[in-house]
């Protein structure tokens, strides 16, 4: 049977089995739901001119669609395009939004290796100081500032996270392990984090005959998000796979290599023929999706408008206070509200502040501290202290959230170090004490605690994070992925907006 015909019965079938499956109740919670649908591109391979053209007429094409997409584009593919004199496909692309990923992309070191014996501070400088060039050029040629980064390959670092903050980057986009929040948008490092997500799929370009398939996974993806009340689908792609049948940086740095440029050798290249077959098979696609009321294609900054972080518009009352300060245990996690939600390192700041004597009408989180970047004190007993030292301690704290902009690695209690979850226990039971009319108690007891949200920060697993080929054989980060659990401090589901 023609392909053509076998692809027109699937989609027919699809549209069938969704209408006759679909409930009447349903039907009108999807009348208000929408579908959003994060179109991307890794733009990467400087190596092959023909990845230039693919890119091209990706960009033309959508555009023709009236579909905006989000191109990430490595700093030398971008001068590549420069000295070739590629004003074309330049061009194209600032029609669609332009992210960032990464300077060199797989020559050695990628960031995760570089990264991974820095500490925090060390790392966001030395992050800086290899992708912040890279970063300027993308921005320089293409007439916009980067909206986004997302990493080359699975080369993750947690500090990425602290130069996206300086350069005004609200989006971290991409695919990986390192974060997950139950596989849906979250909020790490105060940067919206559509990472790993239960949505993320692809149609196969080099498989026709499974394009049947690829739709009918998104129609059930709809279906499942319409019910949840609209949510994000992401697709990605690289323009280089429409053109070659091997990835360009596979081919010159697999396993930890890194040979000088004179030495690069071309990927294998497709034919005239499959390359079209590709376009055709994602054009199909493309449209497919199109055909779908309630779909609507986004970028990363209107992906960053949509999940808002609303408790930046809130403020508080003191029974919310009182509630926040009750969901505080010895397991230290973010906290879900009605309309906001917050990090455990937002909670930390809002109690300390109440405590330190600021005004309730006064409270507002203006900015998420970044979690604790050094040596914990190891807490195996409760610790002990009185009224006087607490309130002095809980001064200083607010003095160290306003200088640093971070949670204290040690909270000295005059000179006894207590960890950060445990103050926070702590301050939170104190804290319900005084909005409930109680005086300070006389004795405070600091008990052991743990931060209970690190468990969505993954441990070093090199099957799961360090797979990617261009990784030396054996890489390990435990000290990157330490640091990053830290980080955890920060991480809080993102909320949809509905009324968008």
């Given amino acids: 049977m023609n392909i053509r015909i076998v692809r027109r019965l699937g989609l027919a079938l699809i549209f069938l089995f969704g209408f006759l499956f679909t409930a009447p109740a349903t039907l009108r919670a999807e009348a208000a739901a929408r579908v959003y649908v994060l179109l991307w591109f890794d733009t990467e391979d400087y190596l092959l001119p023909a990845s230039d053209d693919a890119a091209l007429h990706l960009a033309q094409f959508l555009s023709g669609e009236k579909v905006r997409a989000t191109f990430k584009v490595v700093g030398e593919k971008a001068r590549t395009l420069e000295r070739r004199g590629r004003t074309d496909v330049i061009a194209a692309l600032k029609k669609h939004e332009i992210g960032f990923h990464s300077n060199f992309h797989s020559t050695q070191p990628s960031p995760a290796l570089y990264l991974s014996f820095l500490g925090w501070d060390e790392g966001v400088r030395e992050f800086e100081r290899r992708e912040g060039p890279?970063?300027?050029?993308?921005?320089?040629?293409f007439g916009q500032a980067p909206t986004c980064y997302g990493q080359p390959g699975s080369s993750w670092g947690p500090q990425s996270y602290?130069?996206?903050?300086?350069?005004?980057?609200?989006?971290?986009?991409?695919?990986?392990?390192?974060?997950?929040?139950?596989?849906?948008?979250?909020?790490?490092?105060d940067i919206l984090n559509l990472y790993k997500l239960a949505y993320t799929l692809r149609a196969d370009l080099n498989r026709p005959q499974e394009l049947p398939q690829a739709q009918e996974r998104f129609a059930q993806a709809r279906k499942e998000l319409l019910a949840e009340g609209g949510g994000v689908v992401s697709i990605f792609y690289h323009p280089c796979e429409f053109v070659h049948?091997?990835?360009?940086?596979?081919?010159?740095f697999s396993r930890g290599a890194n040979p000088p440029r004179e030495k690069w050798k071309a990927p294998p290249a497709k034919t005239t023929e499959e390359t079209r077959r590709s376009y055709q098979i994602f054009?199909?696609?493309?449209?497919?999706?199109?055909?779908?009321?309630?779909?609507?294609f986004l970028t990363a900054s209107e992906a960053a408008k949509l999940?808002?972080?609303?408790?930046?518009?809130?403020?508080?009352?003191a029974a919310e206070l009182a509630t926040i300060a009750k969901a505080v245990g010895e397991e230290v996690s973010f906290q879900i509200h009605k309309g906001y939600t917050l990090s455990a390192s937002e909670v930390f700041a809002l109690l300390n502040a109440?405590?330190?004597?600021?005004?309730?009408?006064?409270?507002?989180?203006?900015?998420?501290?970044?979690?604790?970047?050094?040596?914990?004190?190891?807490?195996?007993?409760?610790?002990?202290?009185?009224?006087?030292?607490?309130?002095?301690?809980c001064r200083d704290v607010a003095d160290y959230l306003d200088k640093h902009g971070r949670i204290p690695s040690a909270v000295w209690l005059g000179s006894r170090p207590v960890?950060?979850?445990?103050?926070?226990?702590?301050?939170?039971?104190?804290?319900?004490?005084?909005?409930?009319?109680?005086?300070?108690?006389?004795?405070?007891?600091?008990?052991?605690?743990?931060?209970?949200?690190?468990?969505?920060?993954?441990?070093?697993?090199?099957?799961?994070?360090?797979?990617?080929?261009?990784?030396?054989?054996?890489?390990?980060?435990?000290a990157l992925m330490e640091l990053a659990k830290k980080q955890a401090w920060t991480l809080k589901p993102a909320l949809l907006d509905k009324g968008e």
């Fill in 419 to 478: 960890s950060p979850e445990a103050y926070l226990a702590a301050l939170a039971r104190i804290v319900q004490r005084r909005l409930d009319g109680q005086a300070m108690p006389e004795t405070v007891e600091i008990k052991p605690a743990k931060l209970a949200a690190a468990r969505y920060v993954s441990d070093d697993d090199p099957k799961k994070l360090w797979g990617w080929v261009i990784f030396p054989p054996g890489f390990r980060a435990p």
């Fill in 354 to 393: 109440y405590l330190a004597e600021c005004p309730i009408e006064q409270l507002a989180v203006k900015t998420t501290p970044l979690g604790p970047t050094g040596r914990l004190p190891l807490m195996t007993e409760t610790v002990t202290t009185d009224a006087s030292q607490f309130q002095r301690t």
């Fill in 245 to 252: 049948k091997q990835f360009w940086d596979s081919v010159n």
């Fill in 162 to 189: 602290g130069a996206m903050r300086k350069w005004g980057m609200r989006v971290y986009l991409d695919a990986g392990n390192h974060v997950n929040l139950n596989d849906r948008p979250c909020y790490y490092c």
């Fill in 283 to 296: 054009e199909e696609y493309v449209r497919f999706l199109k055909r779908f009321p309630e779909v609507r």
């Fill in 307 to 317: 999940y808002r972080d609303r408790v930046r518009e809130h403020r508080f009352t």
């Fill in 134 to 141: 890279g970063r300027a050029d993308v921005e320089r040629i």
